[in-house]
């Protein structure tokens, strides 16, 4: 089965929406939610060790020179992904585990999503399908993710389930969990590898741990951070003003997630990605899912309207205070109304899901 | 209670009567404490990560807190592993106590997961409930290779890949790699001198199969100490029907 959505235009994820259901059921794939930044934030893993001494100069500063030539970044990318058989079910945290398998059968699943930067302003538009679990559902799902600096919001416009109204979330940090997935690391390493806000491989703490290997026949360094259960490594070209080539996440020294990523030489920024493959695996190193994402548009250096990295909930949403822990309704007015749970703490499914995912497979 | 730690702890309890079948009555206590745990212990668990055999001869430790009605902390390492217990102020800590967790020498490879149980002993000798920090990691040989395991994904049946693997020495030692062999007829294991005079190899897999597959890399090695052992680098792929 091939299931797949199209990207929205900037300032909602409303419209242009496209699920396209396509040839023989084949792969299911959930949405990628990178598992490192998780896995620290529910407390799973130590402060991090360095291995060697700290990043060589000439990396360092050639990722602060890619990063300051790159002030805005506007990139629309397509994904493929495809999910075997039972992946979801097996990555699933215990209580989301489903009693049926899940996927039941191999499923493709398709998406054109945008990733925008203006300095440590993101936005992130996904429209990846997602699963409901336990449930095992595949469903649309669009998911609009922005931080600022001073706040940052998640927006469902097509709510969290099937039928559910429009949703949105305040979180409690001001700073955006989706920039940090593993899709669209190898974007956010290349260039804004020194914002540990953006990228989920901060160049400043990670270590070369005095490995080099050929990677397609370049010679590429690599650096780690250590976090004891958890390894993050980035294979640095040095061929390439030291780009990551392959990013890797491992868990007791098991392979989880890796991302082999292609490059081309682009006249302001030097070298951007075209694209990359991403692989999944689970504790017994079978594959559950790979995802092969290829750049449809580029742009650097764009002026970028403010108000993109900013979501104005429209009236109807239901809005999830991750600050109060609170959740409101917006009336028909786009202002708060009733509590619907009154000081509960509900900060939102969607950071219950991002935690469970750091058990398995992620989103 | 068991488990709080400093925290204030409230519990009420009603009791709802009757006497000789007469209206109810209730009648309703309290209690508010304190909790103040006997011993606090940083860090809560030992997560070494993957180690090898020679870095895990410097011990790990583990800082104590006791509370003034303790005197003393017996403690008991799981199989393979020592705990010593000794002052941490002689030593210039501001914990209580500290444990020094260290592995025997002979003791196994592989994954850990056990807990380190340190049981306080008041002053006037009574044994008091146990606390337990966990012990978990990998402990490796001294020579691992970089990557543990080659994963190519889905690949079309037909094609070739070729990755590189490095053997290294986490604690810097010497050793030597006196063979490098596959079994199988897919892979081709070749080093590659061109750049260091490390211990880099090259393997060459041709993908053949549908579905799961695996072949693997055999190394030979030769620790500084004369000691042989494997090492083995399984390279994996999904096959998929070629073009």
Not at chain 1, 95 to 108: A, D, G, N, R, S
Not at chain 2, 156 to 163: F, V
């Amino acid at each position: 089965m091939k299931f797949g959505n199209r990207a929205e235009p900037r300032q909602g994820a409303e419209k242009r929406a496209v699920m396209r259901v396509i040839k023989s059921p084949k792969y299911l794939s959930p949405r990628v939610v990178l598992a490192i930044p998780l896995a620290i934030a529910a407390g799973l893993v130590a402060s991090p060790r360095g291995v060697g001494g700290p990043a060589p100069e000439a990396a360092l500063a050639a990722i602060r020179a890619r990063q300051e030539s790159v002030k805005t970044l506007m990139v629309e990318y397509k994904q493929t992904e495809v999910v075997a058989k039972g992946a979801k079910s097996e990555g699933a945290a215990p209580l989301m585990k489903p009693t049926t398998i899940v996927p039941p059968e191999e499923t493709t699943l398709e998406s054109v999503d945008r990733l925008l930067i203006d300095g440590e302003k993101v936005r992130c538009e996904d429209n990846h399908p997602s699963w409901l679990m336990p449930q095992g559902i595949l469903q649309e799902q669009k998911r609009v993710s922005v931080a600022n600096g001073s706040g940052a919001k998640v927006f469902f416009p097509t709510g969290l389930g099937p039928g559910a109204t429009p949703t949105g979330v305040i979180q409690r940090e001001p700073r955006s969990l989706d920039v940090k997935a593993f899709t669209p690391a190898p974007l956010t390493t290349t260039f804004r590898g020194l914002d540990p806000m953006i990228s989920a491989f901060p160049a400043a703490d990670m270590k070369p741990s005095g490995v080099t290997l050929l990677i397609d026949g370049a010679l590429c360094e690599e650096h780690v951070i250590d976090y004891s259960d958890v390894i993050l490594s980035s294979w640095l070209d040095t061929t390439k003003d030291y780009v990551p080539r392959r990013l890797r996440l491992q868990r007791q020294g098991r392979l989880l997630e890796q991302a082999d990523v292609t490059y081309r030489r682009h006249e302001t920024c030097g070298w951007s990605p075209t694209s990359w493959v991403c692989n999944y695996y689970s504790g017994h190193a079978t594959i559950l899912r790979s995802t092969s994402v290829q750049v449809l548009d580029f742009r650097v250096n764009e002026p970028q309207p403010a108000e993109q990295f900013d979501i104005r909930f429209p009236p109807g949403t239901t809005v999830r205070d991750g600050r109060t822990l609170k959740t409101n309704e917006l009336s028909p007015m786009g202002t708060c109304g009733k509590y619907l749970v009154p000081g509960r703490c509900y900060p939102g499914s969607y950071h219950s899901r991002a935690i469970l995912g750091t058990g398995g497979t992620g989103g | 209670v068991r488990g709080s730690e400093g925290e204030p702890f409230l519990t009420r309890l009603r009791a709802l009567y009757s006497a000789g079948g007469q209206v109810q009555k209730t009648a309703e206590w309290s209690l508010k404490a304190v909790i103040v745990p006997a011993l606090r212990l940083n860090p809560p668990a030992l997560r070494f990560g993957v180690r090898s055999d020679r870095q895990l001869e410097v011990p790990q430790i583990v800082r104590i807190e006791a509370n003034d009605t303790i005197g003393a902390i017996d403690c008991q390492a799981p199989p393979g592993w020592t705990a010593e217990i000794t002052s941490g102020q002689a030593e210039s800590h501001p914990a209580d106590f500290l444990a020094k967790v260290k592995r025997k020498p002979d003791g196994n490879f592989g994954l850990i997961s056990g807990v380190i149980r340190f049981c306080p002993v008041d002053r006037e000798g009574k044994r008091l409930p146990p606390k337990e920090a966990g012990l978990i990691g990998e402990i490796v040989r001294d020579v691992v290779a970089n990557p543990r395991e080659i994963h190519h994904g889905r690949r079309p049946c037909g094609m070739t890949a070729n990755e590189t693997v490095r053997l290294v020495s986490p604690s810097n030692r010497p050793f030597l790699v006196k063979s490098a062999t596959s079994r199988s007829s897919d892979l081709q294991v070749t080093r590659v001198q061109e750049y260091d005079k490390g211990w880099l190899y090259t393997l060459q897999l041709r993908f053949t199969g549908l579905g799961e597959q695996e072949a693997s890399a055999e190394f030979t090695v030769q620790d500084e100490d004369g000691e042989e052992f494997k090492l083995v680098v399984p390279a994996r792929y999904y096959g998929l029907q070629g073009p």
